[in-house]
Structures are given as structure tokens and as C-alpha cells.
């Protein structure tokens, strides 16, 4: 039976491509596992959505998979603070109960507790 035989529901002639579970959410603060740097998730895709160019530029003996979320972090370092892409198996929880500065945050979250950061309303859907 072919994909267009009108016998076959939609939904069973149509793969459907495989569930990632994401570990952390939004504001939760983490940390990179291998490079020094941690920040404030404010956004998180299911699976790798940035460039194949970006992604090339990833040395290939740590290039992460592209079938896990990669999470957009308001980020920070000993020297500055920038928008990092990172995937779920490069980010561990950050549990020194420390804020991160980042000149961004109070445009999307109003408050800090208990190492998380909360949403501003206007920001959620």
C-alpha cells in the first residue's frame, strides 16, 4: 500500500520524527560541561535549528548530535556576556546560586529565586 492510498490514515503514512525530551527550561541557570562559561536559558529548540555553516564550524571530535534540544542562553564568561547555542549534552546545572549578568535579562525576566530566573508575562506562549 502506497502513502497515497486513501485506505491509510494520514497520520500512519507520515513518519514522524523522534520526541527529544528536554532536560532544562526556561531560566533555569546552567553551565557549559567543557568550556568556561554559564548562562540563563530564555529559549529552547527540540532539535538543532542554527546554520549547517555554524555547525561545521564545530571541531569534529566535540560536534555535538543535532537529534537533542540545543537551548539559546543569555550568557557569560570572566570577560563578556553574549547569546550562546548550545545542545543538552554540553550543559549541566549550575548550582552556584549566583545570578548571571547579562545586559538582556532584565528585558525578559523580573525576578531571580532559588537559581532560577522567572519570565516576564509578555514573554510566555
Do not use: C
Not at 554559564?38 to 571541531?59: K, L, T
Request: proline share 10%; charged share 25%.
Amino acid at each position: 500500500m502506497a502513502p497515497s492510498d486513501p485506505s491509510i490514515p494520514y497520520e500512519a503514512a507520515v513518519p514522524m520524527p523522534p520526541v527529544a525530551t528536554a532536560r532544562f527550561g526556561i531560566g533555569e541557570v546552567v553551565r557549559h560541561r567543557l568550556f568556561e562559561f554559564r548562562g540563563v536559558i530564555f529559549d529552547v529548540d527540540p532539535v538543532f535549528a542554527n546554520s549547517e555553516e555554524w555547525y561545521a564550524a564545530i571541531p569534529e571530535d566535540v560536534r555535538p548530535r543535532k537529534d537533542q534540544p540545543f537551548y539559546h542562553l543569555l550568557a557569560e564568561n570572566a570577560e563578556s556576556s553574549y547569546i550562546a547555542y548550545v545542545s543538552q549534552q554540553n550543559l549541566v546545572t549550575d548550582d552556584s546560586d549566583e545570578p548571571v549578568d547579562h545586559p538582556a535579562i532584565d528585558g525578559l525576566f523580573d525576578g531571580y529565586d532559588a537559581g532560577r530566573y522567572n519570565l516576564r508575562p509578555e514573554h510566555r506562549h
